[in-house]
């Protein structure tokens, strides 16, 4: 074996050798023994750190997952046991792929599914197809609601009777909700019904 075979050998070595693979588990308030096996299962898969927090999957911030994918870097993995205990639905977790795979940073679950921003570049493509497949529909359906309330303000509908808000407190959801809380904090912090709220942000979106 030649020098320049064993370098190139020893440089792959230590590249994985400093690669680092973190995992993430979760589960609601009543589920700490599925949490445990998950954290189990997590580190016989190699995992050198799990981050793992009781929160419900609905919630829009999960701290300890924030804290997984801000402490992984360009060659690292991310591992969780199945895509619901960290995603609620198919935005959010496409969203989150795209992003790891921009820092070239791997995910995977216990069940088989992967993610890896690969040298031909095809797996790449496939989520960010998906991701934008996904934002066009979101993009659609807002446009069908901007001319549905267009239309029912030329008319002279009153947009079904809604509680007059006040622009103060319409500013203050927007804000709240652009520093990243979720509908029920902000209700709590408001005083506003969930049902307003979400008209706020809506209409905050389509200006």
Do not use: H, W
Request: aromatic share 6%; glycine share 6%; with cysteine.
């Amino acid at each position: 074996m030649n020098f320049k075979f064993k370098r190139k050998r020893l440089l792959l070595s230590e590249k994985n050798k400093n690669s680092k693979v973190i995992g993430y588990a979760r589960a609601t308030n009543n589920e700490l023994e599925y949490l445990e096996e998950q954290i189990q299962n997590l580190k016989e898969e190699g995992c050198s750190v799990v981050f793992s927090e009781f929160i419900s999957l609905e919630e829009e911030i999960k701290p300890q997952l924030n804290k997984a994918i801000n402490c992984l870097s360009k060659g690292d993995e991310l591992i969780i046991t199945q895509l619901d205990r960290a995603f609620k639905n198919k935005k959010e977790c496409l969203v989150t792929i795209n992003k790891l795979i921009n820092k070239n940073i791997k995910l995977r679950t216990l069940t088989g599914f992967f993610a890896v921003n690969n040298s031909s570049k095809t797996n790449s493509s496939i989520f960010k197809i998906l991701y934008e497949l996904d934002n066009l529909a979101d993009k659609s359906l807002g446009e069908r609601k901007k001319e549905q309330l267009l239309r029912r303000k030329l008319s002279g509908n009153n947009l079904g009777g809604r509680p007059k808000i006040s622009p103060l407190k319409e500013s203050l959801v927007i804000r709240l909700r652009n520093e990243g809380y979720s509908y029920r904090s902000i209700r709590s912090q408001t005083g506003i019904a969930l049902s307003t709220i979400r008209r706020i942000i809506l209409e905050g979106e389509l200006r």
